[in-house]
């Protein structure tokens, strides 16, 4: 039977490119993000597409933000009832606009689907200070 040599990876090999890749990544994101800021949005197929990232990824911050004006105008009862209801339900409708968005970024007309469900409150300035 003929034995198979396997040449092995040293650990700082694996550790080297581990550190490369990160920094490489943390330097596109910076990028991205600079170029994101510059840019003024246009109405167009990127713009749809990242209106759709956006209420994917933030549709979340509902819950927190439902529960807070719950907090703020009602009860704490209707808060953890209401409040959780509330922004589940907003969170689910959202994140389906979101999909929706991104499967659809290609075809006119390139605003959001339903205006009501904008971009998420991803700041949250109120609920924390």
Same mark, same amino acid.
């Given at each position: 039977? &003929?034995?198979?040599?396997? &040449?092995?990876?040293?650990?700082? $090999?694996?550790?080297?490119?581990?550190?490369?890749?990160?920094?490489?990544?943390?330097?596109?994101?910076?990028?991205? =993000?600079?170029?994101?800021?510059?840019?003024?949005? #246009?109405?167009?197929?990127?713009?749809?597409?990242? @209106? =759709?990232? !956006?209420?994917?990824?933030?549709?979340?911050?509902?819950?927190?933000?439902?529960?807070?004006? #719950?907090?703020? $105008?009602?009860? @704490?009862?209707?808060?953890?009832?209401?409040?959780?209801?509330?922004?589940?339900?907003?969170?689910?409708?959202?994140?389906?606009? =979101? /999909?929706?968005?991104? !499967?659809?970024?290609?075809?006119?007309?390139?605003?959001?689907?339903?205006? #009501? $469900? =904008?971009?998420?409150?991803?700041? /949250?300035?109120?609920?924390?200070?």
């Amino acid at each position: 039977m &003929k034995k198979m040599f396997v &040449k092995s990876i040293s650990f700082s $090999y694996l550790f080297n490119m581990v550190k490369w890749l990160a920094s490489t990544l943390f330097l596109l994101t910076l990028t991205l =993000g600079y170029a994101d800021i510059q840019a003024p949005p #246009r109405p167009g197929p990127t713009y749809k597409f990242g @209106l =759709g990232v !956006a209420k994917v990824a933030f549709s979340s911050v509902y819950v927190i933000d439902s529960i807070y004006d #719950r907090v703020q $105008y009602d009860s @704490l009862t209707s808060a953890h009832t209401v409040g959780i209801a509330e922004g589940v339900s907003k969170t689910i409708f959202s994140t389906g606009y =979101g /999909l929706a968005e991104m !499967a659809t970024f290609y075809k006119k007309p390139y605003g959001p689907i339903n205006p #009501r $469900y =904008g971009i998420p409150p991803a700041d /949250l300035k109120n609920n924390f200070y």
